[in-house]
């Protein structure tokens, strides 16, 4: 296979892409995947899209916090997410529902996690994810921290670390691809230019013309890639994690793409955005092109397709039930993990608040404070 | 006009004083009005001001306190940075002291912190460091503390850290009235103002604000309750969970005097301790994590200057030295009426 | 064996009392001989353990901490790394997540505030952000205070600022043998320590310091002098300043009790609220500006605890909210034994 | 002319030069240069070895706080503080004290400054200096503010920047380069490759091959130039800031040079590269080539060599007397400048330092606690 970094060096202008947004293959750097890999995909695009609606549902309904949709970006989530090793590991930022789900995180920690359930963090042991990253650009940090340990320990472990257009711009994103170059640590950087950073359009983020060139400057590949193409995605993030696990050191992926949805359920777009390059986008989204291309062969058909829809929406009505049953904090959750033993003020305080419960509510807290618009 | 003793927030019973200078009512604002009203009137006064941030153009910010300032100002007066706060802040240190007056808004004051090596390293040293020949009129804006039922790091509520850091002034309103006039004197101030706006009662507290020019002055405190048994002070938010355990404590017969800082640096220590010295008592409350918060200081205050003035030890509610939860938890983490109420009774029956 | 009653420095009639834990006396060490001990020895004992920052590999440090153990363990184990805080305190969280022990050097504490992002939303966070599925063996470490006729930023004190930060711990040795077993400590410790050496005594202050394997626990104070009169509060460096006031002062009849904190947070609010219901006196001495320091706090928590006891209000003698001058005025800044010694006499003569 | 940039695009990797390091001139690029100028040049690098050393000695004789020697940086500095105009400003880091004096800072204050005084920094009126700024990259901010207050104003004032390998590694010199690309800000920046970040060797810094090429991920022109030719340094610089006052934006240098003594007084090199090394360097240094160049030409002569640094020496002597005039800190110095109008508490604090100075000091200020190592 010649070497796709050099083929498109980012200064060539050059975007790797294998699907068009048309459903074409072109088969130079086509990977070979098997019928039922190719249904898994499209599994799980259609289990994420099913996940992401119903939060925004559950939103709309008040039972459930800010949420921030994932929808148009599972190319390159599903792609970067399928051509990892069991044990390797994933820091997302906080739009991964797609890679995460596909990294064995189960849907209900998503949920508790936007419903304001501090158990959505507790990752379930076995499941390679560091959690939600809410300061944008500073989680790199941990996944170059993450891959120099593996590195050290010789141990073949390779870290995918996903952000925004946005992180880009933080001087944390700036040390960490700067640490991680100096110590040839095994990363996988995956920027997804869904072109906005909220309002903030990717040209006022940056001057830059690609993000993938910005690698340049740490002295490692980076490139350019159709982040809503399932199959460039998986093939560059597949040569990228098997170069760093053979000791060939990070690399940066650009994946570009388009953020579907609102920034979050408090966001409104229409303020930045207009309704004519949302469509133009649509055209290019993940799904399109690749269900096209799967019934064109023959792969899957519409009697599969419900199936996959029906599976999905059983699985995630199963996941709010049982969500929804998760008792609410006790005054215990707020102390108990501050450190490994609970220090004497934090007894103390907890104590406080336990006794400060216990007293027959005399005047009801009021209702006059409602908060304002949050993020 | 405006009266003196018009109360800007519902409770009866309740006596604000606004230190009003001038000008008409025009309307009801909110406090997130009252800043883009702020903001808006210097702008016209003065084209040196200008606003950088994060999505404080074209979408009006997150909690739309810039809302249309864009449009009146143009693209180089209001002005969409890069997701940078180092940045946002670094550039306007600079722009501010080659004559700029810049208001950078942070989005939340839990991304404040990349930042804060720009404020605590030059913002609040550039005009000492130069002997007064360069200095740096910055405001920086941010909405902070909890109860706004959002995520992790949108609650924060660290105005301690900026108040032990010299050099800078921090300022938190608690009314759309204080909040209009106060950034108006933030954004003439001539030395780097951290504005704290608290994000729970952005909307919910509204109050008549004149339009045109006033200002509350930067470093005294007002007595926004007269009473005789305690001295409650508080700040932001904070002042209104206050307010509700006020309702209650009047009703058991406890006279609180209600002090509202709204500057924490430097701290108007005479109205504390003249109000400390006739009442006796005293609690603070602050929704920050207790250890080293603002509470400590205005106590060992009053230790310096009305030791024996106190009948009881003065009493805190705070936050805990924890992470305030999310969402589902942090009713939990902070001050209510009643652990306000029980620490004023517990300072009255000492 | 150490003689739990050994004196580590010098002014006479000074009681400390180290609590040792075994091991046997090798030499007398200043406190960075101390500190690069504990590294060496915890290092060879530890595999996981390892040490990162700018210039600690071939230079061994700018105050040659870590001199001597690339030497002994490796580039891989003693990194130099580029200079950037934040990468430094970023990676070693990730780091101290998947299994390593890192320890991260910050060249001077004037130059933590890039990584202060780091520390307090990530570092003290992640254990109660993923309910005990992660956490941060993190040790930073990094010099501090004035009196080393350093320039701009190379004095800093900031301690306070890190004890209101939740999730982490705060440590500051004032004797080589506390560096050493507290540093020690701080490197088993599963959660996240800031190390804070005082470098104006990293080579004037000797001591006995056993070599091998001892701890002196995180979160207990020492009372390094035991006295009736008055409750001295200090650490760090100022508990040399205030050594030398006592000497005066035991001259004038007063005899004070010295409290060692060397944890900052969590406070041993024991052992202090026991000192001072003896004396029902107190003074506490830090180098950190004056508002919302660690004296505020230890005043405060006094109030509550033991309010009844004081016989005067609790002083304070600090740093001012100013920026600490150049060396050719730090002086004026820095408490001296002087404004202790006054400050004692106040309390006293109250 | 051609463009310098693009005919040396950091990815190419050469290196622009026009005095070679035996004093021969190439003449494509050459600058015209009166003898006058030529002869200036030469006077200013004297001036700074004269005065760089003189604050080696005092330093030395405990006259002098910790001091940044400037040796062998001369080239980069003086080729760019000449191609400003007066209006332009310079924002130093703290070892350019060559640049700052042609820039018509007082050698009084860099004195002053590393004397431990206040004084050094009260930049004089009418100087267009930044102080100098301690905390390793955080500065770059600051000049790009300021050229933006100038962009704003259409005052067609430029601002160059100065700071060392190290810097490029703190985030906020990415968020400075990135901020000037963004907003198109009349912005130099001067990158003193001198190798070395106290004791880091640069291949430690970062893994990028040259640092001009970090221009790449801002979307502006870099260039790498040999920081030891006052020529080619004043030509790069010319080209920048011509282009960043009409309206071109911002221009990156990485000036290529090496220390040629400690870090500062406290530092000691030899832990950390070899004499040799140091000796292949002093080949290359500016004034070397220079001097070689300008006998050659008959520029300068012996006489003409020594009347200058005796006016140096005389001059540094001069300086050194009245700084030592200069009268210590008193406490009002400590307070007066915290703001504009100074708040109660520091009212307060201050009469009470004033009250305990006057206190009759019964026992002295010991001397169990001399300080260790400062860097
Ligand atoms: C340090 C920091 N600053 C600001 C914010 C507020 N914020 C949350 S998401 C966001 C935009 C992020 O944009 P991008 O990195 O492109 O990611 P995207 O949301 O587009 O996936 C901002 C400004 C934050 N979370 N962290
Ligand atoms: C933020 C910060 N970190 C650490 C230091 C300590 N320090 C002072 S100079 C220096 C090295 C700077 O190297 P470089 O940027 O290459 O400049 P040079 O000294 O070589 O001119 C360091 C680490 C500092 N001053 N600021
Ligand atoms: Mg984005
Ligand atoms: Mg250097």
């Known amino acids: 296979m010649p070497n796709i970094f050099d083929e498109y060096h980012p200064l060539t202008g050059k975007i790797f892409r294998i699907l068009d947004e048309n459903g074409v293959l072109h088969e130079e750097h086509a990977p070979k995947f ?80 936007w419903m304001g359930n501090e158990e959505g963090s507790r990752i379930p042991e076995g499941v390679n994810i560091f959690p939600i990253s809410v300061p944008v650009g500073t989680h790199p940090l941990h996944a170059v921290g993450a891959a120099w340990a593996s590195k050290l320990r010789r141990e073949k472990i390779v870290v995918v670390c996903f952000f925004g257009d946005g992180a880009t711009s933080e001087g944390d994103f700036h040390e960490a691809l700067n640490f991680a170059g100096v110590f040839k640590t095994p990363n996988v950087f995956i920027c997804q230019n869904n072109q906005y950073a909220i309002s903030v359009p990717f040209s006022r983020q940056s001057s830059s013309p690609t993000i993938a060139q910005k690698a340049i400057a740490y002295g490692f590949d980076g490139i350019r890639v159709d982040g809503n193409d399932i199959f460039a995605s998986y093939v560059a993030s597949k040569a990228a994690i098997d170069k760093a696990r053979s000791g060939g050191g990070p690399t940066f992926i650009e994946a570009v793409t388009f953020r579907l949805g609102a920034h979050t359920t408090a966001d409104d777009p229409r303020r930045y955005r207009t309704d004519a390059e949302v469509e133009e986008w649509r055209k290019r989204e993940p799904l399109v092109r690749f269900e096209k291309y799967l019934r064109e062969k023959r792969i899957i058909d519409d009697g599969f397709a419900a199936q996959v829809k029906s599976e999905a929406e059983r699985a995630v009505e199963e996941t709010v039930t049982q969500v929804e049953a998760v008792p609410s904090h006790t005054p215990n959750d707020v102390f108990a993990y501050m450190f490994s033993e609970m220090p004497q003020n934090l007894k103390e305080q907890l104590a406080l608040l336990n006794e400060s419960l216990s007293v027959k509510r005399e005047i009801l807290f009021g209702d006059t404070m409602r908060h304002g618009v949050p993020e | 006009m405006v009266s003196p003793n018009r109360q800007p927030f519902a409770p009866n019973r309740i006596l604000i004083i606004c230190h009003e200078e001038g000008g008409r009512i025009v309307a009801e604002l909110n406090l997130v009005e009252a800043v883009n009203a702020a ?12 606003i950088l941030g994060e999505d404080v153009g074209r979408a009006g910010g997150v909690f739309r306190a810039t809302e249309g300032l864009q449009k009146l100002f143009g693209e180089d007066r209001v002005v969409d940075t890069p997701l940078s706060e180092s940045g946002i802040v670094g550039t306007a240190i600079g722009l501010a002291a080659f004559g700029m007056r810049p208001i950078a808004e942070i989005q939340f004051m839990g991304f404040i912190y990349p930042a804060f090596d720009q404020i605590i390293s030059h913002a609040g040293r550039m005009r000492n460091r130069t002997r007064g020949r360069f200095s740096v009129p910055l405001v920086v804006r941010t909405p902070y503390g909890g109860g706004i039922h959002a995520p992790e790091h949108h609650s924060e509520s660290t105005e301690a850290i900026f108040a032990h850091t010299p050099g800078i002034k921090v300022v938190i309103p608690s009314n759309p009235y204080d909040a209009k006039g106060l950034l108006i004197a933030a954004i003439r101030d001539p030395d780097p103002v951290i504005f704290l706006e608290p994000a729970r009662i952005y909307r919910s507290i509204k109050g008549e604000v004149p339009e045109g020019d006033y200002t509350v002055p930067i470093g005294k405190a007002t007595v926004a309750r007269e009473g005789e048994s305690v001295t409650l002070i508080a700040w932001g938010a904070m002042l209104h969970v206050a307010l509700e355990a006020i309702e209650a404590l009047t009703d058991e017969g406890i006279d609180v005097e209600l002090i509202d800082l709204r500057t924490i640096s430097p701290l108007d220590s005479d109205t504390i301790i003249e109000s400390v010295k006739k009442t006796g008592r005293v609690v603070v409350v602050h929704e920050a994590p207790k250890t080293c918060g603002l509470g400590a200081e205005i106590i060992a205050l009053i230790n310096e200057k009305a030791f024996l003035n106190l009948s009881a030890p003065p009493g805190r509610v705070t936050g805990f030295d924890t992470i305030i939860p999310l969402p589902k938890g942090e009713h939990l983490y902070l001050p209510t009426p009643e652990r306000i109420i029980s620490a004023v009774r517990q300072v009255m029956e000492y």
């Open chain 2, 39 to 50: 903001m808006r009137e210097e702008m016209e006064r003065d084209s040196r001001v200008m």
């Open chain 1, 34 to 113: 098997s019928l039922e890999e190719l249904r898994g995909f499209y599994r799980w695009i259609i289990f994420s899209r099913v996940a992401d609606q119903k939060a925004l549902n559950l939103q709309r309904q008040g039972r459930m916090g800010t949420y921030a949709p994932v929808l148009g970006q599972e190319g390159i989530q599903i792609g970067a997410a399928s051509a990892m090793q069991p044990q390797d590991w994933l820091f997302p930022s906080y739009r991964e529902l797609a890679a995460s789900m596909i990294r064995g995180l189960p849907l209900a920690n998503i949920y508790l996690y």
